[in-house]
């Protein structure tokens, strides 16, 4: 019986990352940078307010107070936006919204707050040339100005090659002057049930058939880790259906998930197509998940064979298919972070095998987080309504036979 290590070591040696393509920047929200962006040029690229208020120079203000104030002339309206500004003469003030650019000559800005008559002007859509400004607060040179390059000079680093693209991430591109990048391949996963004893959902089963769950767990969990999920339903325990289905699923796929046929049942067709072409088959110290396969389809297509019990489906995909296709999208880390909470209840663990059992997550009085079963029966593979009410999983280890209420545990979240 070998380690989760030991299985999991051995599919990531087969994963390579993914060809990289370009694609324009509203499709690539979730996916991974494989080009280092740059500025293109200064961000921000000019002199501009941070306020609404009036460019004036420092100087011609100095010593504006409540009881002191200081009048100007009101020579320009300067809006966001393309604009041809002269200089600003002494002795003068331009109006300016946030964001236009500084008028040459200008070294302040005072915000319409601290001056009398910005109402007045607010309400006027364009300047008369017969407007003044009374300013009751003397500005620092230099205030509420964006300087040019604030952010970034021409040729820094905006965005590191491995950087998973967030909607921030992606602002900082465009902000960078980027219309497209280069990003990683999102893996095309082909997902199939197995077993005569399945059905689609909402189908007449009869006695002896069940709807078939796993190819929709498997699926969605293929798109929430950035795959590209093409769902082929369930097929029966026929060698030859199911060599024909893969055929067809190789050819346009960059991984294969299987589920169900992987154990020792008279009818694991799954290990008898596949066990001949070097799919390696056998059991890791795991529970749930026990039965594992993993291997190339005969042209290098990657193939994972999971349990087929919907709880050994979802554990198995979280520990070992899930980091293998963060691993062909080019992310260095493919494990999501661990952490700590209490049991809330005990429960027993399986002797000499890592557990690793749904649970819900909640909150005591004091805000420490605890964490209990999601099943009222605790473990068991094939409780699959517990994984809809599951947060995560708590992980034990495998020299532990049982967990006690107010152990500690470790936790890996599938909440966001």
Known sequence: MRSVEEHLADILASMSRLAPERVPLDASLG???????????????????AMDGYAVRAGDVRGASET??????????????????????????????TGAPVPPG???????????????????????GTA???????PAPGAHIRRRGDDLAPGDTVLEPGSVLTSRAIAAAASAGADALLVHGRPRVAVISTGSELVAPGSPAHHGQIPDSNSF?????????????????????????????????????????LSGGVSVGAYDVVKELLAPLGVRFGTVRMQPG??????LWHDG??????????????????????????????????????FSATAEIGWRTPPERRQYIPVVMVRDAAGALNVRPAAAGGSGSHL???LALADGLAIVPEDLDAVAAGDTVTVLSWRP
């Not at 104030?69 to 003068?92: K, N, Q, W």
């Not at 369930?234 to 067809?248: H, S, W």
Request: hydrophobic residues 50%; negative net charge.
């Open 68 to 97: 002191t104030p200081v009048s100007l002339p009101v020579v320009a309206d300067l809006a966001a936006g393309p604009t041809v500004s002269s200089t600003l003469a002494p002795g003068s003030a331009a109006r300016i919204m």
């Open 217 to 257: 767990l498997l699926a969605g969990a293929v798109t929430e880790a950035g795959g590209v999920a093409k769902r082929l339903g369930a097929v029966a325990d026929d060698v030859d259906a199911l060599r024909e289905l893969l055929e067809g699923a190789a050819a346009d796929a960059d991984a294969i998930v």
């Open 106 to 128: 200008a070294d302040a800005i005072v915000p319409v707050e601290h001056t009398e008559g910005g109402s007045a002007l607010d309400a006027t859509p364009e300047y008369d």
């Open 384 to 386: 699959v309504a517990s």
């Open 132 to 138: 003044s400004v009374i300013v009751r607060r003397e």
């Open 290 to 295: 026990k039965p594992q396969g993993f291997g």
């Open 301 to 338: 297509t990657p193939i994972f064979a999971l349990p087929g019990n919907p709880v050994s489906a979802a554990v198995s995909f979280e520990v070992f298919v899930r980091p293998a296709l963060r691993r062909l999208q080019g992310l260095a880390e493919v494990h999501r972070p661990l």
């Open 31 to 49: 996916r991974v940078l494989a080009q280092r962006v740059t500025a293109a040029t200064a961000i921000p690229p000019f002199d501009n307010s």
